[in-house]
């Protein structure tokens, strides 16, 4: 199976330095926007959006989701693929 992130992004939202709810409702709004089997990258530096709110919203909608844990300088950032 072809990893989500070594696919084309249709659109990218860097959210760090938001907390919930705002990376949660950004994506939201972004989602509807992007055509089915398109991918959403979203980058947040906020460990319960990339560990439980956004997993939590791919479930619920049958989304598939790839999380990469990258660091960047001294601070922990996550870039959640998710899939239409």
Do not use: F, H
């Not at 990376?23 to 926007?33: A, D, R, S, V």
């Not at 992007?34 to 560990?51: Q, Y």
């Not at 479930?59 to 959640?80: T, V």
């Amino acid at each position: 199976m072809v990893k989500l992130s070594e696919q084309p992004v249709a659109k990218t939202i860097d959210v760090k330095g938001q907390m919930c709810p705002y990376p949660i409702i950004n994506t939201k709004t972004e989602l509807p926007n992007l055509k089915e089997g398109e991918i959403l990258l979203v980058i947040t530096d906020n460990p319960p959006t990339a560990e439980e709110t956004l997993p939590r919203l791919c479930e619920i909608r049958k989304l598939q989701l790839e999380i990469i844990e990258k660091m960047e300088g001294d601070k922990k950032s996550w870039y959640c693929y998710i899939k239409k």
